[in-house]
């Protein structure tokens, strides 16, 4: 097994931030019509020394073992982060101790890469309320101004 595939095998036994967050600030939603996988994350901020940051981030994926893993290791990257700082990350970045991906799961971190670049392009009023709502359950009867972005 290779060190990748054991990385990635750890961070799915105990995944991070995994699922709703009812009191979100912003909610981004990204879908990738190559392969069917879809994400969604949450983010919750707070007031620290004068600036706004990330206090909370989650998600949700309708995905592969590896878009799990990178959004689980991206929701840990992000605490502390201003939403400018939040939004230089590149896909790259967001892969954590995961480093970089093999070409063929390159999608994976595009993919949270456009979840959390979705949440951070919508104020706080458009924040879509799902409290309950799955992911599938949310595609199925879009609440609010709710964007799905495809990825190119």
Known sequence: MSDFEEKVREALSSPKNQGELA????????????CGDMLRMWLKFTEKDGKKVIDRASFQSF?????????SMATELL??????EARELSANELTGDLGPLPPMKIHCGQLVE???????????AEAPKLVGATISEAMKQPAGKIRIVPLE
């Open 23 to 34: 009191d979100a600030d912003a909610v981004g939603t990204v879908g990738s019509p190559d």
């Open 63 to 71: 995905g592969c073992q590896t878009a799990i893993a990178v959004a």
């Open 79 to 84: 605490k502390g982060k201003t939403a400018e």
């Open 114 to 124: 456009g979840a959390l670049k979705n949440a951070l392009d919508q104020t706080p």
